[in-house]
């Protein structure tokens, strides 16, 4: 098989390369490439306008608005969170010194499961960290309850969710933070990139300080800030992609119906549908295969479409309490966790992005179906 009949499981949206050279032609004549360009604002204005949400600051990656969210808040203590994302959910919370307590999740989003928030609060809680994985939305009005009923802060991992909106809302006004990736696997990149949504502008201005040293202005240092500025070219490149980001949205949807659509009578293969009232993004098409009714293990199959040149992901397996790093943890014993490694031990990514032909799509579909 050659090596360019490969399907992977996402695929860069780029922007025009004219456009973009012609941007960068701006940028070369400025001479100011990075700190708060212009590019850098224009950017920040278009994504709060196209977001529906009032404040936005741009990071260099969606790992370090999480890590800065949470010093934001002077999170300590412990910090419930799910076990069922990428390892950089639970990384922040540990590089922020607090300690991560893994609560199981609902089967029917993925999602950490509300019900089960409450008997993981102790005297040391002091927040909650979420994600909408797979961009499906989190319980957020549930969560609010048990975060206001304890006074904890919540801090929604939104690296799957752009441009998800609940009953026309966004997604992202939820909670007291929202952060976002922008990384080239994403509906939505500036290559590497990221964000983070608050509600006001005093807390706005708070994260900008802190993504740049924690300088205030020449002369101050406000805070324990880290280097997390978005520089000029990334910035012009998601100007360029934020105009085509809802063709590929609508592209990913076509690709989900097909998939939904050849999937719906496969037995042992089941797989989220569209929730009511929910802007979805398509931004992953998980497949979850039960091996006795399918008749193959979820591995055989992966395994079997990688030959193929079909390259699916095991997002998210193993989870994030399995790894080494965290397994320790009283809160990642396997018995705590039952939902979450079933959902682990099951899925599969189908490849899902804008750019997937007819022709593509059914070789990823024989391969299950067949
Ligand atoms: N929170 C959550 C819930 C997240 O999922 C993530 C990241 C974060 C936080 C942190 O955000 P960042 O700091 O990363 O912005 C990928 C991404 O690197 C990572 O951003 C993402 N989540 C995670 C779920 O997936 P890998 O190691 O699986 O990526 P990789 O390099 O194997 O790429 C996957 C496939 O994508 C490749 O097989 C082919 C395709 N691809 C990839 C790249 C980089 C391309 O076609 N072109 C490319 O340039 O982690």
């Known amino acids: 098989m050659k090596m360019d009949s490969r399907i992977t499981v996402t695929s860069p949206l780029l922007p025009d390369l004219d456009e973009f050279h012609e941007m960068l032609k701006d940028i070369w004549a400025s001479k100011w490439i990075t700190n708060n360009g212009s590019f850098h604002k224009k950017l920040e204005a278009a994504l709060a306008e196209y977001l529906k949400v009032p404040y936005i600051s741009l990071f260099t990656n969606g790992t370090l608005p999480l890590l800065t969210a949470l010093q934001a808040l002077r999170i300590t203590g412990e910090v419930i969170t799910t076990p069922y994302s990428f390892v950089a959910t639970t990384h922040a919370i540990w590089w922020n010194g607090c300690r991560p307590v893994f609560v199981d999740i609902d089967p029917a989003t993925g999602n950490i499961d509300p019900d089960r928030i409450e008997a993981a609060i102790t005297p040391r809680t002091t927040a909650i960290l979420p994600v909408h994985v797979y961009g499906n939305p989190c319980d957020t009005k549930r969560i609010q309850m048990i975060a206001d009923k304890y006074g904890l802060k919540v801090i929604y991992d939104a690296a799957h969710a752009f441009g998800v909106e609940v009953e026309g809302e966004s997604l992202l006004n939820a909670g007291d933070l929202s952060t976002l990736s922008f990384h080239a696997t994403k509906v939505f990149n500036t290559i590497e990139g990221g964000a983070m949504v608050m509600h006001d502008a005093e807390m706005k201005k708070r994260i900008d300080y802190l993504k ?159």
Do not use: W
């Open 212 to 370: 740049n040293f924690g300088f205030a202005n020449e002369v101050e240092v406000v805070g324990p800030g880290i280097n997390s500025k978005m520089d000029e070219m990334r910035s012009a490149y998601g100007l360029l992609n934020l105009k085509q980001v809802d063709a590929a949205i609508e592209a990913r949807r076509q690709v989900a119906l097909r998939y939904r659509e050849a999937l719906k009578d496969v037995e042992g293969i089941t797989f989220f549908q569209d929730l009511p009232g929910v802007r979805h993004n398509y931004s992953y098409f998980p497949i979850f295969v039960e091996a006795d009714k399918y008749g193959m293990t979820r591995d055989e199959l992966y395994f079997k479409m990688k030959e193929k040149g079909v390259l699916g992901r095991r997002y998210f397996y193993p989870l994030i309490s399995s790894f080494s790093t965290y397994k320790g943890l009283p809160s990642a014993a396997k018995e705590n966790l039952p939902q979450a490694h079933k959902m682990a031990e099951s899925v599969i990514c189908l490849p899902m992005h804008h750019g997937l032909n007819d022709e593509d799509i059914s070789r990823v579909l024989e391969m299950i179906v067949e």
